[in-house]
């Protein structure tokens, strides 16, 4: 039984608590590599940001869960080093069953998620109940998931979306003990978020998504102030990214994401944490694809993965500054 506290990381509960009464999200950044977790800590450091570093089913199948455990815990001594102590929390994505929360916590993860939103009401319940009666054991933080988003990200998939019901939200809370909820109120997982015929297209021709339910979210609001809710899928699918790769070998069609204007309108309410991961692909991509292309003798990883990483960080940083409204408050 590794603690997180021995390992320099948080949990989330003050951090959520902050970002409610300052009208900011809290990023939450998936990493599976060592360049991508540099890339994180940098421009946290940087911007001066609480960072979540997120951790999938995926991810524990690409780079072994107790690797990204050490990593997450050399993150700590890192961004010390770079000059800064930022808050940063170890947090499981999309954990589906209570063995696998369990393991995580009982190896230093501050935070996991316990996705029950694909199982009928009852059961999600009882799981999340579960989950949470282990966890606050070890003071690590739960978040639990009500209505379903749609797209695909590695092994979380679902064709259409189920928004969240307001009217299910204080008995899921109060029954579960859950410290945040991740809605649906129409994000959506991968770069693909909307198909064109739910889109309008403006005078460039680049596609429109639908604008995010934010009935929903004042309903929800309203049913439970102050409560820290969490938005799954939030990438913008920035089109120069786009771009760039598809005149550099690439074939993304139709990648349509959410407006950063949309995601900062978000964050100003309770919703205090946001989680971007497409967007950190495709900037990676374009980055390797456009040295492929340009200078195709290089053969060096470091010569593409450098400044993958780099692009990544920008990105990054632009989002804590100019999307959450993270940046200043570490
Ligand atoms: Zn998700």
Redesign the pocket.
């Known amino acids: 039984m590794v603690s997180y506290k021995d390992l320099g990381l948080v949990n989330t509960r003050d951090m959520f608590a902050k970002a409610i009464k300052g009208g900011y999200a809290i990023p939450a950044f998936n990493f599976n590599n060592m360049e991508q977790m540099q890339a994180i800590i940098q421009a946290c450091v940087e911007a001066s940001s609480p960072v979540i570093l997120q951790v999938s089913a995926g991810a524990r199948k690409y780079a072994n869960q107790t690797l990204l455990r050490y990593m997450a815990q050399g993150a700590v001594e890192y961004a010390k080093e770079l000059g800064k102590n930022i808050p940063i929390v170890l947090h499981l994505?999309?954990g589906n069953s209570f063995e696998l929360c369990k393991s995580c916590i009982d190896m230093g993860f501050s935070s996991v998620m316990i996705?029950g939103s694909h199982l009928p009401y009852d059961e999600n319940v009882a799981l999340t109940k579960q989950v949470v009666d282990y966890a606050h054991q070890h003071d690590v933080t739960v978040e639990g998931e009500l209505g379903v988003?749609a797209g695909v990200?590695d092994e979380?998939s679902a064709e259409h979306h189920t928004y969240t019901d307001p009217a299910d939200v204080i008995d899921f809370v109060q029954k579960t003990g859950v410290d945040s909820l991740?809605i649906s109120i129409g994000t959506s997982?991968g770069a693909n978020k909307f198909k064109p015929e739910q889109c309008t297209r403006n005078a460039e021709g680049i596609l429109v998504p639908p604008e995010l339910r934010f009935d929903i979210l004042a309903e929800i609001e309203k049913k439970l102030p102050g409560f820290p809710i969490v938005l799954?899928?939030s990438s913008s699918v920035p089109q120069e990214y786009v771009k760039i790769i598809n005149t550099h070998g690439g074939a993304l069609k139709d990648a349509v994401g959410i407006p950063e204007e949309q995601l900062r309108k978000a964050a100003k309410s309770a919703v205090c944490k946001i989680?971007i991961d497409s967007d950190g692909r495709l900037a990676m991509t374009a980055a390797v694809r456009k040295i492929f292309v340009d200078q195709p003798a290089e053969f060096d990883p470091r010569k593409y993965l450098g400044p993958a990483r780099d692009e990544l960080k920008k990105l990054y940083k632009h989002k804590c500054e100019n999307v959450l409204g993270s940046a200043g408050q570490a």
Do not use: C, I, Q
């Open positions: 994505d999309h996705d988003l990200e979380v991740a997982h799954h899928g989680n």
